[in-house]
């Protein structure tokens, strides 16, 4: 081989489709900025979006704003943009609330499809962080209906789907084996500070003797896991603790109106280097999921990160890796208790 031909062989390039970017608070976002930056030192980048967005520089990326989020039909955009830049693979981050109202957005699939036609060549993944919903209610039985056919066709257009929870891939897999079908779990998104635990509490001014209680994002603020968490923290303070509870997100008046007159501090949400200084400043975490704890969730990988003792729940889904690791890593209580 002629010297210098490594360095002049053509880099692999990827595309990634996703709707929201940083700064927009959404953790799938977060999580696409996160692994997008991880591989774009080895890999040529780029980031195919919803337009009408301000979104945060990411070095190295190209931020491609492509499609309109209020016009499904808009995604047909995607495969032009392949068409003409030729990616060796097309990355596609899914959850069905993402791309449409209720979900409904059967002209995504069309678009991989196109892409599929017009680009041999590339080769087209799928990272599905939730693949629809279940039939509870009425209402959801009818989104499931479109949401199953979206999903399916998207899956049947991969060449490797990965799947953020073991379950999951382990059904797809047993259902189409000849399908490369990879379980990858997600990773905080939160860089962790290197702060003590005393300097936290210095920083946020919260006295040696308070025992904090923390709570992080949107899925754990519904009304059965604030319920776990006001019974928690009310067992904490009946034991004669000075006990606090530290929530961090948007939804500071949910959370105030769950816990009803137990002591709180929310500040609403936060960027990353205050987040994690927050979790420096923690005794316990509270992740009480009603779905249960799985590798979908940054929320809960940020408290492993930050060596926080964490408390959650456990159910079907509930990934093997945690329930092999409860009473060491974490502790989990069945979602069926309430408290």
């Not at 939804?251 to 500040?267: D, F, K, M």
């Not at 079907?316 to 890593?329: I, N, P």
């Amino acid at each position: 081989m002629p010297p210098g031909a490594l360095e002049k062989a053509k880099k692999v390039k990827i595309h990634i489709i996703t709707p929201r970017l940083p700064p927009r608070v959404c953790g799938i976002g977060d999580y696409t900025a996160s692994f997008a930056s991880a591989i774009a030192d080895k890999i040529e980048t780029t980031i195919l979006t919803a337009q009408g967005q301000e979104t945060t520089p990411l070095p190295g990326i190209v931020i491609k704003p492509v499609f309109e989020a209020a016009q499904p039909r808009s995604m047909a955009r995607i495969a032009e943009v392949v068409a003409q830049d030729k990616p060796d693979w097309v990355l596609l981050e899914f959850e069905q609330f993402m791309y449409g109202h209720w979900g409904f957005n059967p002209w995504l699939p069309l678009a991989i499809r196109r892409i599929k036609r017009r680009c041999p060549n590339t080769r087209f993944a799928v990272m599905i962080h939730e693949r629809f919903v279940t039939a509870e209610t009425w209402q959801n039985t009818i989104m499931a209906s479109w949401q199953r056919s979206q999903y399916a066709s998207l899956v049947s257009s991969a060449d490797v789907v990965f799947f953020s929870i073991e379950v999951w891939a382990k059904i797809l897999q047993a259902r189409r084996p000849a399908k490369q079908v990879v379980h990858l779990p997600v990773g905080s998104n939160i860089p962790r500070l290197p702060i003590s635990y005393e300097a936290a509490r210095k920083h946020l001014d919260i006295a040696s003797d308070v025992f904090v209680v923390g709570l992080f994002g949107t899925p754990a603020t519904t009304a059965p896991a604030l319920s776990r968490v006001r019974n928690a923290l009310q067992s904490v303070r009946d034991a004669g603790h000075n006990a606090l509870l530290l929530y961090i997100g948007p939804h500071s008046a949910r959370v105030q109106a769950g816990i009803g007159a137990l002591p709180l501090r929310a500040e609403g949400a936060l960027p990353a280097d205050e987040v994690s200084r927050r979790f420096a400043a923690l005794d316990a975490y509270a992740v009480p999921l009603e779905e249960g704890v799985t590798t979908r969730r940054t929320t809960l990988m940020t408290g492993l990160q930050h060596g926080v003792a964490t408390l959650g729940t456990c159910s079907s889904v509930t990934d093997s890796t945690f329930l092999r690791a409860r009473e060491q890593a974490l502790l989990l209580a069945p979602t069926t208790e309430q408290s």
